[in-house]
């Protein structure tokens, strides 16, 4: 039984480095922070509390590769799992990089269908996606509206030539010239 004590003091240790880099991270001494959070990855490196925690300082940090590779490892380790997914998706939106969080949130709502918080991220990003800006000619609004009329045009002029009636009169006005 002495493996039992020895694994729960190991826990024990991966849990106050967990909580010591929290701790240091919140008062800004962001070196100390990764060195805690690296120790007990050291311990235990598919601890997901930790994976989660560092993922989240590196992405503060604005390095956001570095985070990227915690929740890569936490997808790898289980790929159903939708917090890795949400988190990859924050990284990419505050990154910049829109199109892949939106990607990622789906992948998230997949996994985890109601969940709130991803689904109000998705919309947000989703709607950052679309850039209203005034442009030469008017602004894209106004462009999206004009070709979305065109469109029920050409929709209701093809339902009116499909329909028997259009037919006749035209091969009868096609026949009589």
């Given at each position: 039984m002495w493996w039992?004590?020895?694994?729960?003091?190991?826990r024990d240790m991966v849990r106050e480095h967990l909580e010591r880099g929290l701790e240091f991270a919140r008062e800004g001494y962001f070196e100390e922070a990764e060195n805690e959070f690296t120790a007990s990855l050291e311990i235990a490196p598919d601890f997901k509390p930790t994976r989660l925690a560092f993922g989240a300082f590196l992405r503060d940090q604005e390095r956001y590769e570095d985070a990227l590779v915690h929740y890569h490892h936490l997808m790898k380790l289980d790929p159903e799992d939708a917090e890795p997914f949400f988190q990859m998706g924050e990284t990419y939106l505050q990154a910049g990089r829109r199109d892949w969080a939106v990607?990622?949130?789906?992948?998230?709502?997949?996994?985890?269908?109601?969940?709130?918080q991803a689904q109000a991220r998705l919309n947000e990003a989703a709607a950052e996606q679309i850039d209203f800006s005034v442009?030469?000619?008017?602004?894209?609004?106004?462009?999206?509206?004009?070709?979305?009329a065109q469109f029920k045009q050409a929709?209701?002029?093809?339902?009116?030539?499909q329909s028997l009636g259009y037919r006749l009169r035209h091969l009868l006005t096609r026949r009589s010239t």
């Amino acid at each position: 039984m002495w493996w039992f004590k020895s694994k729960n003091k190991s826990r024990d240790m991966v849990r106050e480095h967990l909580e010591r880099g929290l701790e240091f991270a919140r008062e800004g001494y962001f070196e100390e922070a990764e060195n805690e959070f690296t120790a007990s990855l050291e311990i235990a490196p598919d601890f997901k509390p930790t994976r989660l925690a560092f993922g989240a300082f590196l992405r503060d940090q604005e390095r956001y590769e570095d985070a990227l590779v915690h929740y890569h490892h936490l997808m790898k380790l289980d790929p159903e799992d939708a917090e890795p997914f949400f988190q990859m998706g924050e990284t990419y939106l505050q990154a910049g990089r829109r199109d892949w969080a939106v990607a990622q949130y789906r992948q998230a709502l997949l996994r985890k269908p109601d969940d709130p918080q991803a689904q109000a991220r998705l919309n947000e990003a989703a709607a950052e996606q679309i850039d209203f800006s005034v442009g030469e000619g008017g602004s894209l609004r106004e462009h999206q509206v004009l070709a979305l009329a065109q469109f029920k045009q050409a929709k209701a002029q093809i339902k009116r030539q499909q329909s028997l009636g259009y037919r006749l009169r035209h091969l009868l006005t096609r026949r009589s010239t």
